[in-house]
């Protein structure tokens, strides 16, 4: 991950508190600028979800790691505008639109 980094609040499915590490941009996107309160990290083989967000002038999508489901980064609508237009470093005067998502998944690994 390039660039400065910042630990966010990741609520699992089953509502296990989680502290992820994401990118700084995405902490005020995804979740409202919420502190991490949580000490454990996730478990081995753990995938976190995440919502893809669409640049309407190029077509390439972005992720972003969504730790909580109630955030409108999860809840708003296939091919609606965020609200707030993320700030992604390098990617000035972008317009993004929400495209698909991917949830949460727990692979067994080793």
Known sequence: MAGP??????????????????PSWQQTFTTDATPATATAGAPKGF??????????A?????????????KAAWTSAYNAVPTAQPVVPGHTGVTYHY???????????G
């Open 5 to 22: 980094a910042v630990t966010i609040e990741y609520i699992s499915g089953p509502g296990t508190h989680y502290n992820v590490l994401v």
């Open 99 to 109: 495209a698909g998502y991917t949830d949460e998944k727990y692979t067994k690994r």
């Open 58 to 70: 190029t077509g390439k999508e972005i992720r972003v790691t969504v730790g909580d489901v109630t």
């Open 47 to 56: 995938r976190r979800r995440r919502r893809y967000l669409r640049d309407v």
